[in-house]
């Protein structure tokens, strides 16, 4: 029993592990003429307390794996701040570059329930007439459902993506028309750096949170020209965000065209020497992001947060009316085979958006690769001073298969012992 708890507890709060099975064995080598020597350490799963390696999932979803969501949502906050005030690799001079935080929203698809507010921040009564709360399940719901554009509300997440893409080619080129710049030009003295996250709203649209940062030439490296200002780039953003266009498909006769709603939010990022309670800060830019980084379609809907197999599993879900329409939609759509490109039947729970949730430009700062390879880095220096072993006089061989995931109940029930993760604690267990 103690191997036990100690076997679950060096997975750090995970609850939904890997299994493998395999052995690891490390040889002593000598350095003079190569040859293997003898066996330092031996490990087969099966000599294990659980029978197999447990290692962790890694699930950025905060509904499959609280532990693991809480180090990706971590590593993306020190991500976007390493890009907003240096760090991890990005020089600190990146504080003093024109920055800016924008919201993109989607385009309207009917009439749904709000909290539409007034003067001063005061709420103002629904359409329907109701003041609803703020934790109110009808909010983001359809006024009439049978009127609602299901199809387009399916396909604007399909297309979603592409359309950031766009927007990302029009923004270079009106910075550059700002600046009095050809396109070619206009790479020798600047480059716009990016970093998004993509969020749901509570009728199942996705919308982008991006911090949005102008540079020299070379990126971060470089200090951008001094006609980069953050009111430039401001301009820039709602030109481009306003000509960004995405042709559909036609369904049925219906062609589809896609782009961003009106409600365009763009706000500079000032220090933190320059929070007075009206500016927004570097901390608290990175900090909303990385909260969104962990979420997908079911904690703002209340629809799936894993794929579909068949449609007659709807039946069983107990999910909103709205997310099971949205999906159903999808599913549908994905039968088409003018739409297969689409794989809307693959991605119908996240109601078929199938883009990357965190995305960044090249040089807007590290990557969560490295910051998971300086982690594993240090994790293995600490295990051979531990160990008191010479890496440049040991050879590690290994083999491991997948055996399965999860937790037994017994062991799940011994997790549930264990202390929580740090930053999970009052988090729902999910086993």
């Known amino acids: 029993m103690p191997a036990l708890l100690r076997q679950l507890a060096g997975l750090g709060g995970c ?64 991500l976007i701040t390493s890009g907003l005030r240096g760090g991890k690799g990005v020089p600190e001079r990146v504080a003093a570059h024109p920055r800016v935080f924008a919201t993109f929203t989607p385009p309207g698809f009917g009439p749904v329930h709000n909290r539409p507010t007034g003067p001063a921040g005061s709420v103002r009564r629904c359409r329907c ?61 600047a480059r716009v750096s990016f970093a998004k996250v993509a969020e749901y709203q509570k009728r199942g649209a996705v919308h982008f949170h991006a911090v949005i940062r102008l540079d020299g030439p070379e990126g971060g490296d470089t200090p951008p020209p001094a006609w980069a200002t953050a009111e430039l780039l401001t ?48 901390r608290a830019v990175a900090a909303y992001i990385a909260k969104y980084a962990t979420k997908g379609a079911e904690t703002a809907t209340g629809a799936l947060d894993r794929p579909l197999r068949f449609l007659a599993e709807l039946a069983q879900l107990d999910i909103s009316d709205h997310a099971r329409r949205l999906i159903r939609t999808a599913w549908t759509l994905g039968a088409r085979k003018d739409l297969e490109h689409l794989r809307l039947r693959a991605w119908a729970h996240m109601l078929g958006f199938r883009g990357h949730f965190s995305t960044k430009s090249r040089r807007y700062s590290t990557t969560l690769g490295a910051l998971r390879d300086a982690r594993a880095e240090w994790r293995r220096a600490q295990a051979l001073e531990a160990a008191e072993t010479d890496p440049d006089t040991t050879l590690v061989l290994a083999h491991w298969v997948y055996a399965g995931t999860g937790l037994t109940d017994a062991e799940a029930w011994l997790a549930e012992t264990l202390e929580p993760a740090p930053g999970t604690e009052g988090e729902p267990t999910h086993g």
Do not use: M
């Open 15 to 78: 609850t939904h592990p890997i299994r493998l099975d395999g052995h690891r064995t490390e040889y002593t080598v000598d350095t003079r003429t190569g040859e293997i020597g003898n066996v330092l350490h031996h490990l087969v799963s099966s000599s294990l307390p659980a029978g197999h390696l447990l290692v962790r999932c890694n699930n950025r979803r905060i509904t499959r794996c609280a532990a693991c969501a809480e180090v990706y949502r971590r590593d993306t906050f020190h």
């Open 235 to 282: 301009d820039a953003i709602r030109a481009a965000a306003t000509a960004a266009r995405v042709d559909g498909p036609v369904v049925d006769g219906r062609a589809h065209t896609f782009a961003f709603g009106r409600q365009l939010d763009v706000r500079t990022i000032r220090s933190a020497d320059f929070d007075g309670g009206q500016e927004l800060t570097e």
């Open 129 to 189: 007439g109701a003041l609803h709360d703020q934790d109110d399940p009808a909010l983001g719901t359809p006024l009439d459902p049978d009127t609602y554009d299901y199809e387009a509300a399916v396909l604007w997440n399909a297309h979603a993506g592409p359309l950031w893409r766009r927007f990302s080619i029009y923004l270079r080129r009106e910075v550059a028309k700002r600046a009095g710049l050809t396109q070619r030009a206009f790479r020798e003295y």
